[in-house]
């Protein structure tokens, strides 16, 4: 995984503009980007949830991170207006870790015509009488389109594994039929790239800790999430497992440290911005002759 080795100082710009400092915007090679390898075998206990590239607070990120939120919202106005490519974003978390705060920050500002977000809990019954990627698939993006999944296709890697819902006979070979599910898309120009959410076990019970604390997000809390937590560590091993089986160098996963939330939203905007840069995708060509066309009164 990208441990920043080639981070560079950027340098900040002291002119002003209207008043306010520019904003300062790190290249590819300046930042970590936190994509795992094909066949790169992580330890998740191994990697620091807290790591913020040096930044120490929230206001320290706020001008990158609306640049890069900027960046999105003119892509993915090319992205729709091209149709051409579409983009299949999934996120997944221990519980807390931040999927709908993500969604909420790094997609501010983007048309909500050219992007849908697909949550997936149990399966329903009509779900479950078919195979398990039946769902999945019927939530894929169409080009033109950006789809976020809130949880995904590896919740049958993930919990069937850690609750015994089904034998490992049954769900080890889903990782071969979740890389083949996403080649297909890739084939058919939807990109793929997945978000792993990682936060510390000392943060999760924090957060839980906020919840209960706070009147006004016990809605949130639910008694469900203290038997989850009892099974930290046998999720982590599922999640470095997954990781493992289906980082591709068409659909890549990322661990992005979450425990500082403003930084998590950063990092993952950062990815999704450059994976649209590396579309290119283009406004279509206007009719020959507008030129020429004069709107009556």
Not at 2 to 8: D, E, H
Not at 20 to 28: D, I, L, M, N
Not at 122 to 151: Q, T
Request: glycine share 4%; with cysteine; aromatic share 10%.
């Amino acid at each position: 995984m990208a441990k920043g080795s080639k981070k560079k100082d950027a340098k900040k710009k002291d002119a002003k503009k209207n008043g306010k400092v520019e904003a300062v915007v790190r290249s590819p090679e300046a930042y970590p980007d936190y994509r795992v390898a094909p066949g790169e075998r992580i330890m998740l206990p191994a990697i620091d949830a807290n790591q913020s590239e040096g930044y120490e607070r929230k206001r320290d990120v706020l001008d990158e991170l609306e640049e890069q939120r900027l960046r999105i919202q003119d892509l993915q106005g090319k992205l729709y207006a091209e149709n051409k490519h579409g983009l299949l974003i999934v996120l997944q978390a221990m519980d807390t870790g931040g999927k709908d705060g993500a969604i909420k920050h790094v997609f501010s500002g983007v048309n909500p015509q050219g992007c849908r977000i697909s949550s997936f809990k149990a399966p329903n019954p009509e779900e479950a009488n078919h195979d398990f990627l039946w769902r999945y698939h019927k939530s894929a993006p169409a080009v033109g389109r950006i789809g976020i999944f809130n949880r995904s296709h590896y919740e049958d890697v993930l919990v069937v594994r850690v609750k015994n819902l089904v034998p490992e006979e049954v769900w080890r070979p889903r990782y071969e039929l979740i890389n083949n599910f996403e080649w297909n898309l890739t084939q058919n120009n939807i990109s793929v790239i997945k978000f792993y959410l990682h936060i510390s076990k000392d943060e999760q019970k924090r957060r839980l800790e906020s919840r209960l604390a706070d009147p006004n997000k016990r809605w949130k809390f639910s008694t469900n999430d203290l038997k989850e937590r009892a099974y930290w560590e046998d999720y982590q091993r599922a999640f470095e497992d997954a990781i493992y089986a289906t980082s591709t160098e068409y659909a890549p996963w990322y661990v992005i440290p979450a425990n500082k939330k403003w930084y998590r939203n950063l990092a993952i905007a950062r990815a999704i911005a450059d994976t649209l840069e590396a579309i290119d995708p283009q406004f279509p060509p206007a009719e020959k002759g507008l030129e020429k066309i004069t709107i009556p009164d």
